[in-house]
């Protein structure tokens, strides 16, 4: 019975995952993210809202329901009296370079876990497509939830339902493709399928934790309160985004008999 249990999928999910260190890698990709992907986001939004961060302050308090004292935390995060046009170049060139290397941190993690190769070097024109990518969708899904959540009519609030989960399936698909370029439909596919899940429960376990977590973190320590929320949802994100294809990975590894080979030679030396 033991041996059943140590030999079975969960255990080799569970195995696999310390094996790649990939708690570890979460932190890394959250921590990048957080100081890039945000960044840029807001930095785009800025330009075509002609705001200074007010939008995305307003689309946080509005998506949580963050009421009271809390609001004020959340504005004083993301308003800033410089304009948009005022960003400093050096700024804007560091946050693109830490998106473009959260990109190829991003495609060994996966390389890793599907055991294939990472971006070649002459591939890494990929990187910042990749980057393009996240940038676009996250402002397209953002306003996709925001048609769905605002209107009444259930019909528009369908479409934009089946909208949006098929632009996150998109996402990840592409995505994945982009920074794992050999990988093979039979991954590819369930992967993003199974990604499109876990987004969803992500997004189930956002509206129960954040936004009690983002007023009492605000009122307890006010801007940077935000900032620890946030983070920790970036970090639940990432652990999805790195959970998903490792289920996929380990059980066609399985399948295959990749894994048991690797452990008999692992014990053998």
Not at 146 to 161: E, H, P, T
């Amino acid at each position: 019975m033991l041996d059943w249990i140590t030999r079975s999928y969960p255990v080799a999910v569970v195995r696999r995952f310390v094996e790649l260190e990939l708690l570890d890698r979460s932190f890394g990709l959250a921590a990048q993210a957080f100081v890039a992907l945000l960044p840029l986001v807001i930095i785009v939004v800025s330009v075509f809202a002609t705001s200074n961060g007010q939008v995305i302050a307003d689309q946080i308090i509005d998506r949580f329901g963050i009421e009271g004292p809390a609001q004020g935390s959340v504005r004083a995060l993301f308003e800033s009296p410089v304009a948009t046009f005022a960003i400093s170049w050096s700024a804007l060139l560091l946050i693109a370079y830490s998106a473009f290397s959260l990109s190829r941190k991003l495609s060994r993690a996966y390389g890793a876990i599907f055991m294939l190769p990472p971006l070649a070097r002459n591939e890494l024109w990929r990187g910042l497509v990749w980057v393009g990518l996240q940038v676009v969708m996250l402002t397209l899904t953002s306003g996709l939830r925001s048609l769905w959540r605002n209107n009444d009519g259930a019909f528009i609030q369908a479409i934009a339902v089946i909208a949006l989960l098929a632009a996150w399936f998109a996402l990840d698909a592409f995505g994945l493709k982009l920074l794992v370029p050999t990988i093979s439909r039979r991954l590819l596919l369930p992967t993003a399928a199974v990604s499109l899940i876990g987004r969803i429960g992500l997004l189930g376990w956002a509206a129960v934790y954040m936004p009690r977590t983002l007023e009492s973190k605000a009122e307890q320590f006010g801007p940077i309160g935000v900032t620890f929320a946030l983070f920790t949802l970036i970090l639940v994100g990432v652990v999805v985004t790195l959970l998903a294809p490792l289920l996929v990975a380990v059980w066609d590894q399985r399948r295959r008999g990749v894994l048991a080979d690797a452990v008999g030679v692992a014990q053998t030396t």
